[in-house]
């Protein structure tokens, strides 16, 4: 089994005759756990119906840039945002050319420029075209823009001649599309990292939390994984999967938390603390669910231990990355958390956004170390973490 799971792939299909294809791709992706939405060109709608590939991939299939309908159901941005990875399979010729030359003149060459996630072509056109210097010229642009490209392969053609320019199967495209999701920049290194809320009791039935989804620090453990590292992920309670070869530690309350990563430390290479830790817990939590009688009632609280500063103080400190979700002076307060807390790498947003930050899907974050800062604006959780991962990857290498 190929790692797709619940990757979003972005499927865009241009004109050629090759696009029948495209069907056998969208169930191949979705064999393999992947999520699909189809954008087509004109020309490619002459080669098979949108119904056909909406059908297939559950999800309605979009054309149009300029559709005030299409777009109040999901904007070209949003659509460029939700991608993890876009693969065009069949890139025709006239698709490279104003793919190359930056043009945004439909919704498929428009979400390429849009898009933060990486973008794969599978070209596919006769043998000539392919060879034509122009085309040769625009496969070298996005070859320097680092786009991925997938064959194409060579053999006899739809219209008779044998050469380069036949678009490779479907396997050989999902193949190499869950290859985009995998590098080796961890191999060999533990990263353990803390997510979700925590949970502080007050009697057997009733707690103190917060709002956390977990869905970051699940997103960057599924990140560091297909870069090769060890990871474990200590959680408090979501409602989330634990992603593909993640070993996970459930812990509720913020001790148990403490504990848990302390047990880590020593094996820990880099440590993130995405967690979002009670500050505070009952000094006392009763032992039988508390009755109510009086009018009011009075619960005291004491401090929890500082997890992330515990970790940076340790002797066996592992490089420490953490995370700041502020509703004003963004920069200011993280760059004091990451000073006080001895931290090496400090990851901010402002939760006073509603559309990004805590339950959303999509975030935008500062990251923030001693002698310089770098701003990764709104992307999906996903693909916000794979750059958080490189990030802090070549932080802890330095
Ligand atoms: O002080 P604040 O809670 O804003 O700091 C956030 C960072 O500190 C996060 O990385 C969070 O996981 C970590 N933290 C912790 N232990 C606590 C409180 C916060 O590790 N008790």
Same mark, same amino acid.
């Given at each position: 089994m190929? %790692?797709?799971?619940?990757k979003?792939?972005?499927?865009g299909v241009?004109?050629?005759?090759?696009?029948y294809k495209?069907? *056998?791709?969208?169930?191949?992706?979705?064999?393999?756990?992947?999520?699909? %939405?189809v954008v087509m060109?004109?020309a490619?709608q002459e080669?098979?119906t949108?119904?056909?590939? %909406?059908?297939?991939?559950g999800n309605?299939v979009h054309?149009?840039?300029?559709?005030?309908? &299409?777009?109040?159901a999901?904007?070209?941005?949003?659509? +460029?945002?939700w &991608?993890d990875?876009v693969v065009?399979?069949?890139?025709?010729?006239?698709?490279m050319?104003?793919?190359? @030359?930056?043009?945004?003149?439909?919704l498929?060459? =428009?979400?390429?420029l849009?898009?933060n996630?990486p973008v794969a072509?599978?070209p596919?056109?006769?043998q000539?075209m392919?060879?034509d210097?122009a085309?040769?010229?625009?496969?070298?642009?996005?070859?320097?823009?680092?786009?991925?490209?997938f064959g194409p392969?060579?053999?006899?053609?739809?219209?008779?001649d044998v050469?380069?320019?036949?678009?490779?199967?479907?396997?050989?495209?999902?193949e190499?599309a869950?290859k985009?999701?995998?590098s080796n920049i961890l191999?060999? !290194?533990t990263?353990?990292i803390t /997510?979700?809320? =925590?949970?502080? +009791?007050?009697?057997p039935v009733r707690y103190?939390?917060?709002?956390?989804s977990?869905?970051m620090g699940? $997103?960057?453990? /599924?990140?560091?994984?297909e870069?090769?590292?060890? !990871?474990?992920?200590i959680?408090?309670?979501v409602a989330?999967?634990?992603?593909?070869r993640v070993?996970?530690? #459930? !812990? *509720?309350s913020?001790?148990e938390m403490?504990?848990?990563?302390?047990?880590?430390?020593?094996i820990c #290479?880099i440590f993130?603390?995405? $967690?979002?830790v009670?500050d505070?817990?009952?000094?006392? /939590?009763a032992?039988?669910?508390i009755k109510k009688?009086?009018e009011?009632?009075?619960?005291e609280?004491?401090?929890n231990p500082d997890?992330?500063? &515990? !970790?940076?103080s340790?002797e066996h400190?592992?490089? =420490?990355?953490?995370?700041a979700?502020?509703?004003?002076?963004v920069?200011?307060? &993280?760059?004091?958390?990451?000073?006080n807390?001895?931290? #090496?790498?400090i990851?901010?947003n402002d939760?006073?956004?509603? *559309?990004i930050?805590?339950?959303?899907? @999509?975030n935008a974050?500062s990251v923030?170390?001693? #002698?310089?800062m770098?701003?990764?604006?709104t992307?999906s959780?996903?693909?916000?973490?794979?750059i958080?991962?490189a990030?802090i @990857?070549?932080?802890y290498?330095?």
């Amino acid at each position: 089994m190929l %790692q797709l799971t619940n990757k979003h792939i972005l499927l865009g299909v241009t004109g050629g005759i090759a696009a029948y294809k495209s069907a *056998e791709i969208i169930r191949r992706l979705q064999e393999h756990g992947a999520n699909v %939405q189809v954008v087509m060109t004109k020309a490619a709608q002459e080669f098979i119906t949108p119904l056909t590939l %909406q059908a297939l991939s559950g999800n309605p299939v979009h054309c149009d840039l300029l559709n005030p309908a &299409a777009e109040a159901a999901m904007g070209h941005i949003e659509l +460029a945002r939700w &991608a993890d990875l876009v693969v065009i399979a069949p890139a025709s010729a006239d698709f490279m050319a104003r793919f190359a @030359n930056g043009q945004a003149d439909d919704l498929l060459s =428009t979400l390429c420029l849009a898009t933060n996630a990486p973008v794969a072509i599978a070209p596919a056109m006769n043998q000539a075209m392919w060879h034509d210097p122009a085309t040769q010229q625009n496969l070298q642009t996005l070859n320097d823009r680092k786009i991925s490209i997938f064959g194409p392969g060579e053999g006899s053609q739809a219209c008779g001649d044998v050469g380069p320019g036949r678009m490779l199967g479907p396997d050989e495209i999902v193949e190499l599309a869950a290859k985009q999701f995998q590098s080796n920049i961890l191999d060999g !290194v533990t990263v353990v990292i803390t /997510a979700g809320p =925590t949970r502080e +009791a007050i009697d057997p039935v009733r707690y103190i939390s917060n709002h956390s989804s977990g869905k970051m620090g699940y $997103a960057l453990a /599924a990140a560091a994984v297909e870069c090769g590292a060890a !990871v474990t992920l200590i959680s408090g309670p979501v409602a989330l999967e634990t992603p593909d070869r993640v070993n996970q530690i #459930d !812990v *509720e309350s913020a001790a148990e938390m403490h504990q848990s990563v302390l047990d880590q430390l020593g094996i820990c #290479d880099i440590f993130i603390g995405a $967690a979002a830790v009670a500050d505070y817990r009952p000094i006392l /939590a009763a032992n039988q669910k508390i009755k109510k009688s009086a009018e009011s009632m009075t619960i005291e609280l004491t401090r929890n231990p500082d997890i992330i500063s &515990a !970790v940076a103080s340790h002797e066996h400190r592992p490089f =420490t990355v953490g995370f700041a979700a502020e509703t004003q002076n963004v920069e200011e307060y &993280a760059r004091g958390k990451l000073e006080n807390k001895k931290m #090496d790498l400090i990851v901010a947003n402002d939760v006073s956004d509603k *559309e990004i930050g805590f339950n959303s899907d @999509n975030n935008a974050v500062s990251v923030i170390w001693k #002698d310089g800062m770098k701003s990764i604006p709104t992307t999906s959780k996903y693909q916000l973490s794979r750059i958080l991962i490189a990030e802090i @990857n070549a932080h802890y290498k330095k």
